[in-house]
């Protein structure tokens, strides 16, 4: 039997649908919050923000926020041409995956 590398691709598809369905409601409602002025944006200063996103957990939590939903896009993508009928070959999973590589790639570069 032939091993596949399917378990990969379905373990950063459920990190990323967790960290989508977990985290990007919450940045959403306080989004909405600070335009409805409701909570007060200047707690959010531009000094503490960059100081939180400099540090090495704020980038890691940044790399989070883009990396996992990436994946999940791209095999959430993958799939569904398969719910349209559409007979996946290598090539669409190159460029499916290949795309979430790259903006992997991109994004760690862009953090260190």
């Known amino acids: ?23 990007f409601p919450i940045i959403g409602l306080l989004i909405l919050g600070f335009s409805l002025d409701i909570i007060d944006g200047s707690i959010f200063s531009y000094a503490w923000m960059n100081q ?16 996992f939903p990436t994946w999940h896009s791209a095999h959430r993508m993958y799939h569904t041409l398969h719910d349209f009928k559409i007979h996946t070959g290598t090539i669409h999973k190159l460029f499916f995956y290949g795309l979430a590589a790259l903006v992997t ?3 760690v570069a862009y953090v260190f």
């Open 52 to 67: 939180a996103v400099s540090s090495v957990w704020g980038k890691l939590i940044f790399l989070v926020l883009i990396i």
């Open 105 to 107: 790639i991109l994004a």
């Open 1 to 23: 039997m032939k091993r596949s590398n399917e378990p990969i691709f379905w373990l950063l598809f459920g990190a990323g649908g967790m960290v989508s369905a977990l985290v």
